[in-house]
C-alpha cells in the first residue's frame, strides 16, 4: 500500500521568508499528487495538484511545488511566506484514477507576523 | 461552484446513542464520497469510500456495523456512528468526487463529534 511522508511536522518563519515543506511518497506506479491546506477553523482546500506533463505546478496564493519521480518527492515551495499563510498543509497521493487519497501527516506552519 | 456541506458542524451525545451526520454535494453530482476521520493534531485517515447505490467499502479496521454509510442519492451521503463511545469522539469529515471526474475530491467542512 502506499504512504506518505511529510517530514516537517512544525515549521515557524518570519514574514518574507522563503518556505519549502517536503513531501515523500511510497508507491512504484503512476500517481497523482496534491496539497491542501487547513486554515485555523476551516476546511480542507486545495492548493495545487499533478496529474502529468510539467513537472513543476504552480497552485493558488503563490504556491507551487515539483515533481521528482525519481526522489518519489513532491515538495511544496513559496517564495515569500505572509502571515496568512499560518495553517496545516497536507500532502496527498492518489494512486488509480478517481480513488482514494492517502495523506501525510501534515505540517503545522506558523507565520511570524 | 463544487461545494460540500456537512451537517450538523458539531455535535455532542452520550455514550451509546446513535449520531448521524450528512454529507451534501451543493452543486454537483458525486457518485462517490469518502469519509474521513481526524484525531487532534493527526492527519486525515480514510474511513470508507461511499458509492451511490451500493454498500460502502471499508478500509481496514473500520467497523461497519459501527459506522453505517448510506449513499441514497447523488447528493447525498449519511455517516451514522451507533452506540457511540468516548473514543469515537473525533473530527469527521467528507470529500465528494464529481460524477465524470476521475481525480478531485471535494471536501466537507467537518463535523466534530464529541461523545460524553
Known amino acids: 500500500a502506499q504512504s506518505v511522508s511529510q517530514h516537517n511536522h512544525h515549521v515557524i518563519l518570519s514574514e518574507a521568508a522563503s518556505l519549502e515543506l517536503g513531501c515523500n511518497y511510497s508507491?512504484?506506479?503512476?500517481?497523482?499528487l496534491f496539497w491542501y491546506v487547513q486554515y485555523p477553523g476551516q476546511h480542507l482546500q486545495l492548493l495545487l495538484k499533478?496529474?502529468?506533463?510539467?513537472?513543476l505546478v504552480k497552485g493558488i496564493k503563490g504556491f507551487e511545488a515539483e515533481f521528482i519521480k525519481s526522489k518519489f518527492s513532491f515538495n511544496l515551495r513559496k517564495p515569500s511566506v505572509q502571515w496568512s499563510d499560518t495553517a496545516e498543509y497536507f500532502c496527498a497521493v492518489q494512486v488509480n484514477a478517481g480513488n482514494m487519497l492517502t495523506f501525510g501527516g501534515g505540517t503545522r506552519l506558523m507565520v511570524k507576523p | 461552484g463544487a461545494v460540500v456541506s456537512q451537517h450538523p458542524s458539531r455535535v455532542i451525545c452520550k455514550s451509546g446513542t446513535s449520531v448521524k451526520i450528512e454529507c451534501r454535494s451543493l452543486d454537483f453530482q458525486a457518485t462517490t464520497m469518502f469519509w474521513y476521520r481526524q484525531f487532534p493534531k493527526q492527519s486525515l485517515m480514510l474511513m470508507a469510500t461511499s458509492n451511490e447505490g451500493s454498500k460502502a467499502t471499508y478500509e481496514q479496521g473500520v467497523e461497519k456495523d459501527k459506522f453505517l454509510i448510506n449513499h441514497a442519492s447523488l447528493t447525498l451521503s449519511t455517516l451514522t456512528v451507533t452506540s457511540a463511545h468516548p473514543e469515537d469522539s473525533s473530527f469527521y469529515i467528507c470529500?465528494?468526487?464529481?460524477?465524470?471526474?476521475?481525480?478531485?475530491?471535494?471536501f466537507g467542512p467537518g463535523t466534530r463529534l464529541t461523545v460524553t
Open positions: 470529500s465528494a468526487r464529481e460524477s465524470g471526474s476521475t481525480y478531485e475530491q471535494y
Open positions: 508507491y512504484g506506479g503512476t500517481v497523482n
Open positions: 499533478y496529474f502529468s506533463g510539467d513537472p
